[in-house]
T-cell receptor
Framework: EDKVVQSPLSLVVHEGDTVTLNCSYE??????LLWYKQEKKAPTFLFML??SGIEKKSGRLSSILDKKELSSILNITATQTGDSAIYLC??????????WGAGTKLIIKP | DADVTQTPRNRITKTGKRIMLECSQT?????MYWYRQDPGLGLRLIYY???????NKGEISDGYSVSRQAQAKFSLSLESAIPNQTALYFC?????????????FGPGTRLTVL
């Protein structure tokens, strides 16, 4: 059965800290891995990773995929209170279906 | 205006009632999805549709049905609601021509079944 596991499930840090969120997957016919941020309601897209070892960056956020280890990490540097959210990762299979992890709840304390 | 809208945004109902959740999109996307989200379980796919004539069951379709009335509209029905269907429900869309990768989510419907 396909599955995606995120760790940690929750994390509390102080503003300015750097955090690393982990995502591992076991998906038959894996196509790509996606990261989303969920604040109040709807998840919003952050990154899609298809190739191993190529880092994607957007401001203080970056992510990389390791196909050998079947995993991805999401890094956030110089965290701000606005980064507080649930971060979801999802693996896409060959049918373009997303298999979602349970999410990491990140709390940034001032 | 929001690209993906859901109605109602909140609904409280009783066990055994029939409920319909509606989703509309102005993005022109061909693919539409219904998910439910429960605390600690992430998003789980209920049904998805790649076009008006294509409806597919997802991971947890039992107790649910869907209708794709038009490319822009995809509704989810609970024929006889039960308390364990209390959850946050999301509709999402994606564009096959753009690779079908990124999914765009509606604001969600919080459903409570008493």
């Amino acid at each position: 059965e396909d599955k995606v596991v995120q760790s940690p499930l929750s994390l509390v840090v102080h503003e300015g800290d750097t955090v690393t969120l982990n995502c591992s997957y076991e998906v038959t016919n894996f196509r790509s891995l996606l990261w989303y941020k969920q604040e109040k309601k709807a998840p919003t897209f952050l990154f899609m990773l298809t190739s191993s070892g190529i880092e994607k960056k957007s401001g203080r956020l970056s992510s990389i995929l390791d196909k050998k280890e079947l995993s991805s990490i999401l890094n956030i540097t110089a965290t701000q209170t606005g980064d507080s959210a649930i971060y979801l990762c999802a693996a896409m299979d060959s049918n373009y279906q997303l298999i979602w992890g349970a999410g990491t709840k990140l709390i940034i304390k001032p | 205006d929001a690209d993906v809208t859901q109605t109602p945004r909140n609904r409280i109902t009783k066990t055994g009632k029939r409920i319909m959740l509606e989703c509309s999109q102005t993005k022109g996307h061909d693919r539409m999805y219904w998910y439910r989200q429960d605390p600690g379980l992430g998003l789980r796919l209920i049904y998805y549709s790649f076009d008006v004539k294509d409806i597919n069951k997802g991971e947890i379709s039992d107790g649910y049905s869907v209708s794709r009335q038009a490319q822009a509209k995809f509704s989810l029905s609970l024929e006889s609601a039960i308390p364990n269907q209390t959850a946050l429900y999301f509709c999402a869309t994606s564009d096959w021509l753009a690779g079908g990768s990124e999914q765009f989510f509606g604001p969600g419907t919080r459903l409570t079944v008493l």
